[in-house]
């Protein structure tokens, strides 16, 4: 059986690596635009599925993982900034606040689909201009969903975090996933019963 990661994400893939399986990657590809009145939950939980689904046709046999995130503010979405200006004025709205990410994840081999969604809750410290601006100019986080490399100098931007899996706020929640994986006959602790 081969695993495959839908995602061209590095901060997937990287997540992925730690469970020392061997997996392949392959782009899904997919309209990740919200359907009109689509709870951000149920957003996380349809394109992780649709990832995985987009996938599966192009590798027959194969056991597919899809992900994907979703961060809110106050019940809004709050996306990928794609440039300094977009991810300042994130930043700045999330002093002092919380912001909520759902991770979603689907494991499939085409005829049986295992999901779950693990929301992590942030609480961004009170930020200054000059901090945000620092921060900013380190990380170019413009790629990351809040503007939030917590993995790396954007821990730094936290007052705490609430969730069940410390590996959910990256992009791909591994304790989810062993689980899922475990429901197919993959255990991570147990190579040796690797199909």
Do not use: N
């Amino acid at each position: 059986m081969t695993l495959i990661l839908a995602s061209s994400s590095p901060y997937r893939r990287e997540l992925l690596q730690r469970l020392r399986l061997p997996f392949q990657c392959q782009s899904p590809d997919i309209d990740e635009r919200p359907r009109p009145d689509e709870d951000p939950r149920a957003l996380a939980r349809r394109l992780a599925r649709d990832k995985a689904l987009r996938v599966l046709p192009d590798r027959p046999g194969a056991l597919v993982i899809g992900s994907d995130q979703v961060a809110t503010c106050d019940g809004r979405p709050v996306g990928k900034p794609g440039s300094h200006e977009a991810a300042f004025a994130q930043l700045r709205a999330f002093s002092g606040r919380e912001v909520l990410f759902h991770t979603a994840v689907c494991v499939t081999d085409g005829r049986r689909h295992l999901q779950e969604e693990v929301t992590t809750a942030c609480a961004f410290l009170p930020l200054s201009d000059a901090q945000i601006e620092h921060y900013l100019r380190a990380e170019q986080p413009y790629d990351t969903a809040g503007s939030a490399k917590a993995e790396a100098l954007g821990i730094a931007l936290m007052a705490g975090m609430r969730s069940d899996d410390p590996t959910a706020l990256i992009g791909l929640p591994l304790i989810a996933v062993c689980r899922m994986l475990r429901e197919f006959g993959l255990d991570p602790l147990q190579p040796a019963l690797l199909p």
